[in-house]
């Protein structure tokens, strides 16, 4: 095995004849030597094979090439070997010896990183797995690995392989922030943030984002850039906000491209720039962000950045629509509204009613609004009441404000002041916060 001036390995010799043989039934692999660096060898070649990387793509040559070094007992190897038999590609289907070869990597490997991976594809293969995967996070973990502590943090945050406990969590992201993971700070930040685990500290979870952000965590750059825009922990600072957004979308952080954009719309910290924004928007929604085709879809409802489309526009609504529920409502306001479409409030009615079955709590408030107006369905005060105090119930503030009123005047419920003035107290509390109750 010998390693190119681009740090890649490549294999000398017979083993090397596979990148050259057109005939995968011909070719046969060599008897391969046991060594721990042959077996690497071999692994990175079949690797290129797998990816089709400087050498036809052959997943055959690749799994006869790995199969060859199956006994070094080399993780990595077994591991790709394991994936291929499970997957049936270059071998026929065999998920039993898929099993037995995830087993004997995680017998033999007692490198961190090689045990890290092996509990990750475990992990993916359900609960089944889950449990030694997490017991081979922990092994990783207390041979001092910052990216195990890391996993075992996790386990223990959504309960894969251990008994779900966040307490616990917490005291594994702070081992692998005092190990040095970046990434553990960022997520312990969080923990903060919404007091998973902790008690709930605004302050110190931006102190720990900035720490992450300023190490160039591109997760922490958005969240902290969403601290700025909400007042959570710092002072309210729109054009921080901006500028941490625009840094996290030049890395290629797709929410975070939809954020700067959403600033440049709406000149909030930076220079109002519609052209700009409607590219931002569309650029986010090119790297996955469903939302991001909301606000793309409106830029052609109403011509901003962009020449006036409304069909157009109204496909990139449906479009998000059909990727997640939770743009129903969005949707739905505009045909409320007829804004850049015909105004229809009874379809509104029932796009609202489908997002109310998948529980949006905002979906309930805006339904539970048209109920008490009869608008697009029957009056029904009654209904509205329960769907607003719905939306309250799963902290949705703007429903306390609806809700004062219904109470104020006796609309669908019996009048009670002295609730409606605490409903009213809620309101104003979750505005001076600047955050949902």
Known sequence: VVRDEWGDCHCTGAVSMIARSGDSDVWRP?????????????????????????????????????????????????????????KGEGVQKDVLHAAALFQKAATDTGDTTGVCTLGSCLADRGETYSTRAASLYQKAADGGSAGAMLLVACC????IGV????????????????????????????????????????????????????????????????????????????TEAAQLFRRAADAGHAVATRCYGSCVYSHKGVAQDPVTAAHLFQKAARMGDVHALWYLGRCFLFGGGVDRDAVRGLQLLQQAVDLDVAAIPNLASCFRRGAGVPRDPAHSAELLSEAVDAGLPNAMCDLGWMLLRGEGLPQDRAR?????????????????????????????????????????????HSHTNGLNI
């Open 30 to 86: 060599p008897i391969a030597n046991t060594a721990h660096g042959d077996a690497r060898g071999a692994l990175a070649l079949a690797v290129r094979l797998l990816n089709g990387d400087h050498a036809r793509k052959d997943d055959a040559k690749a799994a006869a090439l790995l199969k060859s070094v199956e006994e070094s007992g080399d993780a990595a190897a077994l591991l790709k070997l394991a994936l291929l038999y499970e």
């Open 384 to 428: 509205a009441v329960a769907l607003l105090q719905r939306a309250l119930d799963a902290s949705f503030a703007n429903a306390a404000y609806l809700l004062a009123e219904c109470f104020a005047t006796g609309c669908g419920t019996p009048k009670d002041h002295r609730h409606a003035w605490r409903l009213r107290m809620l309101m104003c």
């Open 163 to 238: 008994v779900q406990d966040e307490t616990n969590a917490v005291a594994w992201f702070q081992k692998a922030v005092d190990a040095g993971s970046i990434t553990a700070m960022c997520l312990l930040g969080k923990c903060f943030q919404y007091g998973c685990g902790v008690r709930k500290d605004a302050a110190r979870a931006a102190a720990l984002l900035r720490r992450a952000a300023d190490a160039g965590n591109v997760g922490a750059l958005y969240d902290l850039g969403q601290c700025f825009a909400r007042g959570e922990g710092v002072a309210r600072d729109d």
């Open 156 to 159: 223990f945050l959504d309960g």
